[in-house]
């Protein structure tokens, strides 16, 4: 797929646009904010918000963050746990197709 208007955005970068909406909604926190509340770099946060992480020779690489990152972006933005939001952006994430699996295996691993 491709990312030019008119045709249909790729699952990353539509799944990216969901977490900046949500983001708008919830008072658009700064990208500090929301790095400071997952305890990590506001890259991961910038990455996960466009849909890109870098590779390790400074190329870029549109990859899925993992569930772990993307729940903590979510809870960092709502400020709740509920089971039901947890529910509603687990699907969300899982709606990718399988040849987007490939994680964001550069972006720092958030604590236990």
Same mark, same amino acid.
């Given at each position: ?21 949500? =983001? ?42 993992? %569930?772990?990152?993307? %729940? ?16 509603? %952006?687990?699907? =969300?994430?899982?709606? =990718?197709?399988?040849?987007? %699996? ?11």
């Amino acid at each position: 797929m491709s990312d030019q208007p008119g045709s249909s955005p790729e699952p990353r970068v539509a799944f990216a646009a969901q977490l900046r909406d949500l =983001r708008a909604q919830c008072g658009k926190p700064t990208q500090q904010e929301l790095a400071d509340a997952m305890h990590c770099g506001r890259t991961m946060v910038s990455e996960m918000l466009t849909g890109r992480c870098q590779g390790s020779v400074g190329t870029a690489r549109r990859r899925f963050p993992t %569930w772990k990152q993307a %729940w903590a972006l979510v809870t960092a933005c709502a400020g709740s746990d509920s089971k039901e939001l947890e529910e509603r %952006w687990r699907a =969300r994430w899982l709606g =990718r197709p399988a040849e987007s %699996w490939m994680l964001c295996d550069t972006a720092k691993q958030l604590p236990d």
